[in-house]
């Protein structure tokens, strides 16, 4: 069980009473009529993970100066709350940047553990992806001392110096790098959500508000979006966590040898229902006994996504086939192949790479993260293997992995 701990500045509502809960999230919550040095030692004393100001305490958006003194304080993520979030309490909101808006009838909203979960961990992901760029601007200044000092001895180590000026050049643009691609990552990250966060808490609005005068069907349409962007989301926030999980070392791979066929008949036999509403023909043409040396979670990982994205591209009464060969290097080459409506030639450079965003619909209007095939890429190369695509708009998309067939080929192929 996950406790959260928020103290709320304000009045101290009615609502509080009806907060929402999770079998995973709990919430320890104090309501405080406090202001300013008052607040401000209560927060020193409670430690809390989230704080939420009220708007209109003690007076009509009296909230946000407090919300600019928080900030100046503390390192902490504020939530703005009040029984009526307008457009112009909004837009004079912002301009002290807090971390998100609610009002008093989101608290009882089965989503609120959801939203608030969230952003607590975005800001501890923000502040450990501060600590990162700490850490590697600590690297650059231990290898700079290193070249002064060698500077000292040039005439006698002039090559050990130029080896090593080249070896920080390198580091230093592979960090300027991997921090703008990271930058840029996050950015996709925090845009995507917003879109069904923004969904979510509209739809609820409405329904919270003006149920009466909806019709059935439009109740029905209304809960169909609410349910796709939820879906969205967890799908989003998943893959993200799984990302998240890789970059920071927490998912070891645990290679053994495993039956190639009977891992792409599991993955069919998961798919299935998915395929057959759209009529998709599934072929495992794999090999009866070929074997392959990797981790077999991960592998599942990967084959479930290729083939979910290739049903998701692919129209009805299409087909998806997969097929394995033994390679002379001992590695075996894995083709996932359909035949839907193929991927454009400026967008396939976009596919594996942080840096630029690349989602579309499917066939059926299916909606996607496009964080996938990005995952795949990593955990590809977690096992020491290689992943491509090919592709031809309106004929079909073909991905090829490959994968060591043996232990002896798997370290052959270690990571460079």
């Known amino acids: 069980m996950k406790l ?25 919550l104090t309501v405080s009529e406090t202001k300013d040095k008052e607040a401000i030692n209560l927060i020193n004393e409670l430690n809390p993970d989230l704080l939420m100001i009220d708007l209109n305490y003690p007076e009509p958006l009296k ?17 703005i709350i009040s029984d009526q979030l307008d457009h112009k309490s909004i837009k004079k909101s912002k301009k002290v940047n807090p971390a998100g808006f609610i009002d008093f009838k989101f608290l009882s909203n089965h989503l609120f553990p959801i939203y608030i979960d969230f952003i607590v961990n975005k800001h501890k992901r923000d502040n450990l992806l501060k600590d990162d760029r700490k850490t590697e601007s600590q690297t650059i200044q231990e290898l700079l001392k290193e070249i002064q000092s060698s ?74 979006d609410l349910h796709s962007s939820a879906k969205l ?6 893959d993200f966590l799984h990302w998240s999980r890789i970059q920071r070392g927490a998912i070891d791979s645990e290679p053994s040898v495993q039956n190639l066929h009977q891992i792409v008949k599991l993955n069919f036999d ?27 979670n991960m592998v599942n ?56 965003q690349f989602t579309t619909t499917g ?22 293997g290689t992943i491509s695509v090919e592709s031809e708009p309106g004929k079909g998309t073909v991905f090829t992995i490959e994968i060591p067939s043996s232990k002896e080929a798997y370290n052959q192929n270690l990571r460079k």
């Open 63 to 79: 909230g946000l100066s407090f919300v600019e003194k928080i900030a100046k304080k503390f390192n902490l993520p504020q939530v």
């Open 151 to 224: 500077r000292q001895i040039i005439n006698s180590n002039a090559k050990e110096l130029i080896a090593l000026s080249t070896k920080f050049t390198e580091f230093q643009e592979k960090s300027k790098e991997n921090i703008r691609n990271k930058d840029k990552f996050f950015s996709i990250i925090a845009h995507d959500m917003k879109g069904p966060l923004q969904g979510l808490i509209g739809y609820t609005e409405i329904l919270a508000t003006d149920t009466s005068t909806l019709s059935s069907d439009e109740i029905k349409e209304i809960a169909t």
């Open 4 to 28: 959260i701990k928020i103290l709320v500045i304000g009045y101290k509502h009615s609502e509080y009473e009806h907060i929402t809960k999770t079998n995973d999230i709990e919430f320890e």
């Open 301 to 356: 990982t990967i084959l479930r996504n290729l083939i979910s994205n290739a049903i998701k591209f692919t129209f009805p009464n299409g087909k998806i086939e997969i097929t394995s060969s033994l390679k002379n290097d001992g590695m075996v080459e894995i083709k996932v192949k359909d035949n839907g409506k193929g991927i454009a030639p400026a967008d396939l450079q976009k596919i594996f790479r942080l840096d630029m």
């Open 233 to 238: 989301l967890l799908e989003l926030l998943e």
């Open 270 to 296: 998961l798919l299935g229902l998915q395929a057959n509403q759209k009529q998709i023909h599934l072929i495992n043409n794999v090999e009866q006994e070929q074997t392959i040396f990797a981790d077999l």
């Open 363 to 384: 066939t059926a209007n299916e909606q996607g993260t496009g964080l996938g095939l990005i995952l795949c890429k990593e955990l590809v190369e977690k096992n020491h």
